[in-house]
């Protein structure tokens, strides 16, 4: 018998292949494997594509397969985009919604590759498709569990923040309520008064207090950063620190001579330090041992939900050999109000003070513990790229100067904060007016100049806000100081004070006799 010529063999084998190549692509359920021509027609369809697209090949064979594709990406165009990708790119891949015959959406994992001649020329496209909605759907339900357990664990922690502090201002409320009462009973003796006026102002230090520290762990603390050195500063430290602790506890300071500088807020700074100590001194009731420790590190973990840290930074560490915390409350340590002190020994805003000062500054705080062993709090803060000049010593104080006579214009959209705010002033001796907006202060300033000697507005107001008023006039009047006021306000947080002095409420009246007596230093420096 002759040989076939080896055309034919070829032609032979590239049927048998390609009926080999039919019959395994029909034996496949879980897929849709079709062919679509250049134009995205489609050219063949197996069994898994009938199965859960609900087309018979009759049916299909010859319509474009953007048929599956939802009305909304067929008018964004969709289909075309994909054999563009698929042609340029040499693959597409994507997921989404996709129609069956009768209508129902599915959710499909697409693959679709380009297929060429011998020549490079291309004659078509392998489209493969997968039913994905069952994946889909528990995806959703799995992601909207977590989204529900994430408002509860959220809903818990707010009616946690509320509560305490509808608590600890509802004490103070009754400090002041109380003092007030007392005051008002007639005969009162002198001693008692003054008794009573001590207990109002002290209590509304905590109260300020306890707003800032709030304020702190939200990272809403508007922070005046300053560069100093880190050893400088603790070094001040050292006697509070020791007083603190008291003698039962055995302190060391290891603080390396090169500890580094760093730019943030020297007062915060201190008092995340000593909220630290407070907490170790806390933890050993008996005494004990505490080691302050500071040093340079290359690096910060990612102690708050984020990756590590790469770069110069200056660790300060708080270790003592204290009663040390449960590993299943070590994560909420930093939580408002949260504490593991027994009732009456803490108000759980000591270290969420530290770990808003911490993430607000750029760094981090780490928490090392082990039951009735002890543990470390180390507060990680980017060192600075200048070395800041060391004081040995506290700069003398000066004797107060005379408060001198000064117009000022009062800006307060608050009827009773601006009432009490010009009488305070009028009390120090100013001439005083009040202006309610940003817009009344500027027309009075319009109608006379050189009327005034200081601006003293607050932050936030309807229409334009403190900080808004305060750049018009320094643009429009330049010699015209304006010195801000706030509780609290976004503006300062996300921009500072762009360069003007700030007052915090509430204020008292050292402070704002301070501000004016620097008013007074600087305009006779000039």
């Given at each position: 018998?002759?040989?076939?010529?080896?055309?034919?063999?070829?032609?032979?084998?590239?049927?048998?292949?390609?009926?080999?190549?039919?019959?395994?692509?029909?034996?496949?359920?879980?897929?849709?494997?079709?062919?679509?021509?250049?134009?995205?027609?489609?050219?063949?369809?197996?069994?898994?594509?009938?199965?859960?697209?609900?087309?018979?090949?009759?049916?299909?064979?010859?319509?474009?397969?953007?048929?599956?594709?939802?009305?909304?990406?067929?008018?964004?165009?969709?289909?075309?985009?994909?054999?563009?990708?698929?042609?340029?790119?040499?693959?597409?891949?994507?997921?989404?919604?996709?129609?069956?015959?009768?209508?129902?959406?599915?959710?499909?994992?697409?693959?679709?590759?380009?297929?060429?001649?011998?020549?490079?020329?291309?004659?078509?496209?392998?489209?493969?498709?997968?039913?994905?909605?069952?994946?889909?759907?528990?995806?959703?339900?799995?992601?909207?569990?977590?989204?529900?357990?994430?408002?509860?664990?959220?809903?818990?922690?707010?009616?946690?923040?509320?509560?305490?502090?509808?608590?600890?201002?509802?004490?103070?409320?009754?400090?002041?309520?109380?003092?007030?009462?007392?005051?008002?009973?007639?005969?009162?003796?002198?001693?008692?008064?003054?008794?009573?006026?001590?207990?109002?102002?002290?209590?509304?230090?905590?109260?300020?207090?306890?707003?800032s520290q709030l304020l702190a762990f939200a990272r809403r603390q508007p922070l005046r950063t300053e560069l100093f050195g880190v050893k400088d500063r603790i070094d001040r430290l050292k006697q509070i620190v020791a007083s603190l602790v008291g003698s039962p506890t055995a302190l060391t300071f290891e603080v390396a001579e090169d500890a580094g500088s760093v730019e943030a807020d020297p007062s915060q700074f201190e008092t995340a330090i000593l909220n630290m100590v407070i907490n170790a001194r806390d933890a050993m009731p008996n005494g004990g041992a505490l080691k302050v420790d500071a040093r340079k590190v290359d690096g910060a973990p990612g102690t708050s939900g984020g990756p590590a840290r790469k770069g110069p930074f200056v660790a300060i560490a708080?270790?003592?050999?204290?009663?040390?915390?449960?590993?299943?409350?070590?994560?909420?340590?930093?939580?408002?109000?949260?504490?593991?002190?027994?009732?009456?020994?803490?108000?759980?805003?000591?270290?969420?003070?530290?770990?808003?000062?911490?993430?607000?500054?750029?760094?981090?705080?780490?928490?090392?513990?082990?039951?009735?062993?002890?543990?470390?709090?180390?507060?990680?803060?980017?060192?600075?790229?200048?070395?800041?000049?060391?004081?040995?010593?506290?700069?003398?104080?000066?004797?107060?100067?005379?408060?001198?006579?000064?117009?000022?214009?009062?800006?307060?959209?608050?009827?009773?904060?601006?009432?009490?705010?010009?009488?305070?002033?009028?009390?120090?001796?100013?001439?005083?007016?009040?202006?309610?907006?940003?817009?009344?202060?500027?027309?009075?300033?319009?109608?006379?100049?050189?009327?005034?000697?200081?601006?003293?507005?607050?932050?936030?107001?309807?229409?334009?806000?403190?900080?808004?008023?305060?750049?018009?006039?320094?643009?429009?009047?330049?010699?015209?100081?304006?010195?801000?006021?706030?509780?609290?306000?976004?503006?300062?947080?996300?921009?500072?004070?762009?360069?003007?002095?700030?007052?915090?409420?509430?204020?008292?009246?050292?402070?704002?006799?301070?501000?004016?007596?620097?008013?007074?230093?600087?305009?006779?420096?000039?």
């Open positions: 018998m002759a040989n076939s010529p080896p055309n034919q063999e070829k032609s032979r084998a590239k049927v048998s292949g390609d009926r080999r190549f039919q019959m395994l692509v029909e034996a496949v359920k879980d897929y849709a494997i079709y062919l679509l021509d250049v134009g995205g027609h489609v050219s063949s369809w197996n069994s898994g594509a009938q199965r859960f697209k609900g087309y018979q090949a009759h049916e299909i064979l010859g319509a474009h397969f953007s048929s599956f594709y939802t009305e909304a990406d067929r008018a964004a165009g969709v289909p075309q985009r994909a054999l563009a990708i698929a042609a340029g790119e040499g693959k597409f891949e994507a997921e989404g919604w996709r129609v069956r015959k009768d209508g129902s959406t599915f959710w499909a994992s697409v693959v679709i590759d380009p297929i060429h001649d011998e020549d490079g020329e291309l004659i078509g496209y392998a489209k493969i498709t997968r039913d994905m909605t069952e994946r889909r759907l528990a995806q959703q339900e799995l992601d909207s569990a977590r989204e529900a357990l994430a408002q509860a664990q959220k809903m818990e922690a707010v009616g946690r923040l509320t509560g305490g502090v509808a608590h600890d201002f509802n004490n103070l409320l009754t400090v002041i309520r109380s003092s007030v009462d007392l005051l008002r009973r007639p005969g009162i003796a002198d001693d008692k008064r003054e008794r009573y006026l001590n207990a109002i102002a002290e209590t509304a230090d905590r109260a300020a207090k306890l707003t708080i270790a003592d050999n204290g009663s040390g915390i449960e590993a299943d409350m070590v994560s909420r340590i930093f939580e408002p109000f949260f504490t593991t002190k027994e009732a009456g020994k803490g108000t759980g805003l000591g270290l969420s003070q530290v770990y808003g000062f911490a993430i607000q500054s750029g760094g981090e705080i780490q928490v090392e513990s082990r039951v009735g062993e002890g543990t470390t709090f180390t507060l990680y803060l980017p060192q600075a790229a200048a070395e800041a000049v060391a004081t040995t010593a506290e700069p003398a104080v000066a004797a107060p100067a005379e408060l001198e006579r000064r117009r000022i214009l009062v800006v307060e959209d608050n009827e009773s904060v601006g009432e009490f705010a010009t009488n305070l002033l009028a009390e120090l001796g100013q001439e005083v007016r009040l202006a309610t907006d940003a817009r009344a202060a500027i027309a009075m300033i319009e109608e006379a100049p050189s009327g005034f000697d200081l601006v003293f507005t607050d932050v936030v107001m309807p229409g334009v806000n403190g900080v808004e008023l305060a750049e018009e006039i320094r643009g429009r009047w330049p010699d015209l100081p304006v010195v801000l006021t706030s509780g609290y306000s976004h503006i300062l947080v996300e921009e500072g004070s762009h360069g003007f002095e700030l007052l915090k409420k509430p204020y008292s009246i050292d402070g704002l006799t301070g501000i004016l007596r620097g008013r007074a230093r600087r305009v006779s420096a000039r």
